[in-house]
């Protein structure tokens, strides 16, 4: 199993930079930020512009890699793939394939993104229309050697407060999910501490969905037991903050509650051997690229007593 983490995390540093700088550490493989220039989303960056990517950059890419040793897990464009308006959701659409050319330019095997949601539509009706989209993207992917996962985020409150913004964050969800797009080539990129936050069995999805794990985020998660008092679960109600629930954060693995041991040991013995990629995500450990970094290195030293 290899350390890496998603290049997210480190907007303001270009590609040659976070390489080398991962090297230097000890990481082994990178999960790389492909989003589009336009785009505003929180927690997003481009360390590759998928949108005019040619040969002769992936040539440069494959030597900058191949340089410092470093591997590319996978690549990253996460955003509504089910966006109600069908002239953005196109936009959407194309930015997702460039990323699938991109990562089959340089011989990557995975693209990460969300399946999304329609606030408008039942949650039957979303799984239904995202049977429909996925269908054809995991095809386009196919076609060029190419498999596309889903990560487990709720993405609650992102699209409209009080709904989840991505159909993708529990078991039932995602059985009803590959039971609509079939595809082996279709899986999903396990993070953990959306499953702890929701009182889910993380070990148990391990266990039920292993064949489908493709990828797996390094991400730790920690109750807040005053604002769980406060607010309850679901969360602040009035001046909301995106992103921020008042009653549990995103930690650093080590920092929160998911039992990495038993999380590395249940993956291994299930079959996955690939990267844990960290997803820096942690309040404690932003503000600065320095913090950021300092952050990234505590995660990488927790996380290595439990890889081999």
């Not at 790389?32 to 336009?38: E, F, K, Q, R, Y």
């Not at 889910?200 to 998660?221: C, G, L, N, Q, S």
């Not at 604002?227 to 549990?248: A, E, L, T």
């Not at 040991?265 to 960290?278: A, C, H, N, W």
Request: net charge negative; hydrophobic share 40%; glycine share 6%.
């Amino acid at each position: 199993m290899k350390l890496g983490f998603l290049t997210a995390c480190l907007p303001q540093l270009g590609l040659e930079e976070i390489v080398k700088w991962t090297a230097e550490q000890g990481f082994q493989a990178l999960e790389l930020a492909a989003w589009p220039v336009a785009s505003d989303r929180d927690y997003q960056a481009r360390q590759i512009d998928a949108a005019n990517f040619s040969k002769q950059d992936a040539e440069r890419v494959k030597e900058l890699f191949t340089k410092y040793k470093i591997e590319i897990s996978a690549f990253a464009y996460y955003d509504n793939n089910l966006h109600p308006d069908l002239k953005q959701r196109e936009y959407y659409h194309n930015h997702l394939k460039k990323v699938i050319n991109t990562a089959s330019l340089l011989g990557v095997e995975l693209v990460g993104t969300f399946v999304g949601a329609r606030p408008d539509k039942t949650p039957k009706e979303n799984i239904q229309e995202i049977g429909c989209v996925f269908r054809e993207l995991v095809k386009y992917a196919e076609d060029r050697n190419v498999k596309l996962m889903i990560e487990n985020c709720p993405m609650e409150n992102w699209l409209k407060f009080g709904l989840p913004g991505n159909y993708a964050y529990s078991p039932e969800l995602l059985e009803a999910l590959f039971n609509e797009v079939p595809s082996e080539n279709f899986g999903l990129n396990l993070d953990p501490s959306h499953l702890y936050w929701l009182g889910i069995d993380y070990i148990r999805v391990i266990k039920d969905f292993a064949p489908r794990i493709f990828h797996t985020h390094a991400k730790d998660a920690e109750i807040l037991p005053e604002g769980q008092y406060k607010y309850g679960i679901f969360s602040r109600q009035i001046d909301p903050i995106p992103w921020k629930s008042g009653w549990w954060r995103y930690r650093m693995p080590g920092s929160g509650k998911i039992d990495w041991g038993l999380f590395i040991r249940t993956l291994q013995e299930f079959g996955y051997d690939y990267v844990l990629s960290i997803e820096h995500e942690d309040p404690v450990w932003e503000g600065s690229v320095e913090k950021v970094e300092t952050g990234l290195k505590l995660g990488l030293k927790y996380l290595k007593q439990y890889v081999i």
